[in-house]
Every structure is written in structure tokens, then in C-alpha cells.
């Protein structure tokens, strides 16, 4: 009994240091893995550490801070007014907003807009200076000076249009009256003609004598155009009975006439 019992106690003691020899084995080797692991572990660490990208964000953003500054810098005075124009808008709209609604002002009148209009020129023109001034008035005269010349021009053109019409006109009508006048010659002419070629045929058929005393008394121009048309020997012959003096005026104006004709 006490041999079997001392045989178990060695049995028990033998299994207990086995299998605390098999722990610390076991331990050993988890140890062993993961000091591997963390061996294995560091060298990626070092490549992501090597591997981490440029900072390209941080470095845009500093540019557009420093250009922003710049601008800033140089046009103070337009940030500041904008500023305070934002302000004044947010205090107007917060005191438009707490103060009870007013009644709607009244239209203005046509005098009170002209006043205004007036004071606003008043006050812009207090904003010029004197040299702009003065050349401002020097091109709104100049202007009123072409204005005139321009529309002098259009009347002018309207008033010689006008003058050649009535010339047109008049130009018509003369041509109507010369036309008038031309034929009234004329016919005055050929019946001027025809009282001439019956003074010839009567002429004609008197005797020379009886002929050359109605020629001493008529006038020469028309005894030159009666012995013109009357024949040769008939004309001669009249010419013989009349006077000398007579005969030789007749005869230089019947040549006249006859070179004229």
C-alpha cells in the first residue's frame, strides 16, 4: 500500500515536472514567435516611415496664405472700406430688423428730384478740380459749337436742295416757253412768207413803172424781201426806175440779205 502510494506521488511529480517543462517550452516558443513577428514587423514600419509622401497640401496652403497676405498687405484700404461697408449693411439690417416697421416715405415731386439732381451735380462738381473742370466746360461748348455747325449744315443742305428744285422748275418752264416762243416765230415766219410771196406775185404781174413807185414808198426791208423772191429781170427792171439813191441802198442790202440768207 505504501510502496503503491509512493509510486503514484513519484508518477504525479514526474507528470507535474513534464508537463511544466512542456509550458515553459511552450512559452519559449511564443516568445520566440513573436519577437520574430516583431522583428518581422520593424523593417515595414521603417519602409512606411520612408515611404510617407511630401506634404504638397501643406505646402499649397502656406503659398495661399503668404499670397493672401501680400494682397492684404498692398490693398489695405479696400478691405478695410469693404469691411465697414459689411458692417454698416449688418448694423442697418439688425436695427431694420428691431425697430417697429415706419410708414412708406412719399413719392418725392418732380421739384424735389430736380433739387436733388442739382445738389448731386453740386456736390460732384465739388469733387473736380479746377483744371477739370475748365476743360470739361471747354468740351461742352466746342460740343454746342459742332451741334450748331451740324444742324446750320442740315438746313443749308435742305435750303440748296429746295433751290435746285425751283432751278429744275424754272429750267422746265423756260424750255416750255422757248417752245412756245419758237413756234410762235414760226408760224409767224410762214405766214409772214405767205403775205411776202403775195406781194411778189402781185408785184410781179404790175407793170416796172407802177411796181417801182409802191417800192420808193414801202419799207426797204420788205421791198428787199419782195425783189428777192420776185425774178431776176423783173427785179432789175424795178430797180432801173427808181431812184439812184434809193436803187444803191436797195442794192447793198439786197446783197447783205441775200449773204445773210
Not at 431694420?96 to 418725392?108: L, N, R, S
Not at 430797180?239 to 442790202?253: G, V
Request: proline share 3%.
Amino acid at each position: 500500500m505504501i510502496a503503491s502510494k509512493k509510486g503514484r506521488n513519484l508518477q504525479n511529480s514526474y507528470s507535474q515536472h513534464f508537463q511544466k517543462r512542456k509550458q515553459v517550452s511552450r512559452d519559449e516558443q511564443n516568445s520566440a514567435m513573436s519577437l520574430s513577428k516583431r522583428k518581422s514587423n520593424l523593417p515595414s514600419k521603417r519602409n512606411n516611415r520612408k515611404r510617407k509622401p511630401f506634404p504638397v497640401g501643406a505646402l499649397i496652403s502656406c503659398i495661399v496664405l503668404l499670397i493672401a497676405f501680400i494682397y492684404a498687405f498692398e490693398n489695405e484700404e479696400k478691405i478695410v472700406k469693404s469691411l465697414s461697408k459689411i458692417e454698416i449693411s449688418v448694423f442697418g439690417k439688425a436695427k431694420a430688423q428691431g425697430e417697429p416697421a415706419k410708414k412708406a416715405p412719399k413719392p418725392k415731386s418732380t421739384l424735389d428730384k430736380f433739387s436733388d439732381e442739382k445738389e448731386a451735380k453740386k456736390v460732384a462738381k465739388k469733387t473736380w478740380t479746377d483744371e477739370e473742370i475748365a476743360l470739361f466746360t471747354q468740351l461742352e461748348q466746342r460740343k454746342s459749337e459742332l451741334d450748331q455747325r451740324e444742324e446750320n449744315l442740315k438746313k443749308l443742305e435742305v435750303e440748296l436742295k429746295q433751290q435746285q428744285e425751283d432751278i429744275k422748275k424754272n429750267l422746265a418752264e423756260l424750255r416750255k416757253i422757248r417752245t412756245k416762243i419758237s413756234q410762235g416765230l414760226e408760224q409767224k415766219i410762214e405766214k409772214d412768207e405767205e403775205k411776202v410771196d403775195k406781194l411778189v406775185a402781185v408785184y410781179s404781174n404790175m407793170k416796172p413803172q407802177q411796181a417801182a413807185k409802191v417800192m420808193e414808198k414801202i419799207d426797204e426791208e420788205l421791198a428787199i424781201r419782195v425783189l428777192a423772191k420776185m425774178k431776176k429781170k423783173s427785179a432789175a427792171e424795178v430797180l432801173n426806175l427808181l431812184e439812184p439813191e434809193k436803187a444803191k441802198r436797195l442794192s447793198e442790202k439786197y446783197v447783205g440779205y441775200i449773204s445773210m440768207n
